[in-house]
């Protein structure tokens, strides 16, 4: 992804080669006019010299007017430029590369032009995987990338489940939630096993199950990055948050993406975002393998068979 590394000292280098030109275009030439015309005054009979002479003065504090406007508003042209770049530059150290709305993103282009391993995290997302599991899916097997997927545990705190429930007037409250939550792991594991026996490709996909609170949801493919904000209520549509597309940085202090995976990181550290348990009506594990020359499912080391299968979006 192009990334503006116009550096601060490059513009003010700018700014002053700009303003010497202007000098010495402006100014210069009515200074010039206005000694030349003293000059001929002295070679010419009165009372054109006298003429003259007034002509030069006239030119001359014209030049000498330009030249005191042209440096004050070249300071104050100067000084605007520096709030931008200062602003520029602090984008850049965050990695933002643009604002847009959630509902004008276009996740196939995102996800065909940002390779690399896949992480999506969300609360439900059940919309989202209905939409874009499979896409995202063949996207990663054909280029050999790992799928994450996070979302909310279905089997986590009851106090995490009614919060949300209760915000967002799930339909069938906690329980309708809860399984929800399930469908919506049961459709990646499914789409992954489509996907699979379709590409007869690997699947590599982990789903895990978050009792983090999060601020946030956000869609990764290699370095670059969707992060949503999240909607508090219902009355607050989802279709219209802002979205922010950022990247990778060696900022790991300012840097949007790096705040975000050191976030979800340090909840994995406290054991608040771990492997999803697999519905129990689920038999697709919890990565796949390719499938065996028979047509079947190579088992995995640990024994399961992996998933297989999937579409595109």
């Not at 000292?9 to 100014?27: F, G, K, Y």
């Not at 030349?36 to 007034?54: D, H, T």
């Not at 609360?123 to 050999?144: P, Y």
Request: charged share 20%.
């Amino acid at each position: 992804m192009a990334q503006n590394r116009f550096s601060q000292t490059d513009v003010l280098s700018l700014i002053q080669e700009n303003i010497l030109l202007r000098l010495v275009l402006a100014s210069g030439w009515s200074a010039l006019v206005g000694v030349g015309l003293f000059l001929a005054s002295l070679a010419v009979p009165s009372p054109w010299n006298r003429l003259l002479e007034i002509a030069g003065t006239v030119f001359l504090t014209i030049g000498l007017a330009h030249l005191i406007s042209d440096f004050s508003l070249r300071n104050s042209v100067r000084r605007q430029i520096l709030a931008a770049v200062g602003l520029s530059s602090d984008l850049d150290r965050a990695g933002l590369d643009h604002i847009g709305r959630f509902k004008t993103v276009d996740w196939s282009t995102f996800f065909s032009e940002n390779r690399g391993d896949v992480h999506v995290c969300f609360r439900t997302g059940h919309q989202w995987t209905s939409d874009n599991a499979i896409m995202v899916l063949e996207f990663a097997a054909k280029r050999g990338a790992k799928v994450t997927v996070t979302l909310m545990d279905p089997d986590g705190p009851a106090a995490l489940v009614e919060s949300h429930a209760a915000a967002f007037k799930t339909k069938g409250g906690v329980v309708g939630l809860r399984q929800q939550l399930r469908d919506t792991i049961k459709e990646w594991h499914d789409s992954a096993t489509k996907v699979a026996h379709d590409t007869s490709k690997a699947v590599d996909l982990t789903v895990e199950c978050s009792q983090a609170i999060l601020p946030y949801t956000f869609y990764s493919s290699g370095d670059a990055m969707w992060l949503i904000m999240s909607a508090a209520q219902q009355r607050r549509i989802p279709w219209q948050l802002p979205a922010l597309l950022c990247h990778a940085t060696s900022h790991k202090d300012e840097g949007i993406y790096e705040w975000v995976m050191r976030d979800v990181d340090e909840c994995r550290d406290q054991k608040l975002i771990s492997n999803c348990q697999i519905p129990s009506n689920q038999t697709t594990p919890n990565a796949a393998s390719a499938p065996s020359s028979d047509g079947g499912v190579k088992p995995s080391d640990s024994g399961e068979p992996a998933p297989q299968g999937g579409k595109g979006a």
